[in-house]
């Protein structure tokens, strides 16, 4: 019962499709050789936004699991321990280990901010967010 829901489907939609926009272009440009119109600096650029956007998933999902915490109502609090050390807690961590851990990881770093270390922290990030979905319902 957080306001926040709202602004963090939104960014979290963002965050998605920048993933799935990255390995639609690094699909496009291996399979049609468009290494002339999807350079490098591109993927570093979008590598950029994709370490944007996993800060911002973080502070949105820090601020959601701190206000259901902070409020400490009994269903709430049920619902954040199984997903923090519970039965869900498998799919939790994995998610923001993949939403954010290695996306902050790769994309800090311009050696890897190249196109395939975009690559993988794109597919991390399509990954958690599927995680993220499932640990929704």
């Known amino acids: 019962h957080s306001t926040i829901f709202g602004p963090y489907f939104v960014m979290g939609a963002i965050y998605s499709g920048i993933a799935a926009l990255i390995i639609a272009m690094a699909i496009l440009r291996r399979v049609y050789r468009l290494e002339a119109y999807f350079k490098r600096v591109h993927f570093e650029n979008m590598g950029k936004l994709l370490l944007l956007m996993s800060c911002l998933w973080f502070y949105f999902t820090f601020a959601e699991y701190l206000t259901a915490w902070y409020g400490g109502e009994e269903a709430e609090m049920a619902t954040f ?3 923090v050390s519970g039965a869900y807690a498998f799919p939790f961590w994995l998610m923001v280990v ?3 851990i290695i ?4 994309m800090c770093f311009r050696r890897t901010r190249g196109v395939r270390g975009t690559v993988v922290a794109s597919v991390f990030v ?8 499932y640990n929704i319902v």
């Open 81 to 83: 321990w199984s997903k």
């Open 98 to 100: 993949s939403c954010t």
């Open 103 to 106: 996306p902050f990881g790769l």
């Open 126 to 133: 399509v990954l958690g967010m599927w995680l993220e979905r």
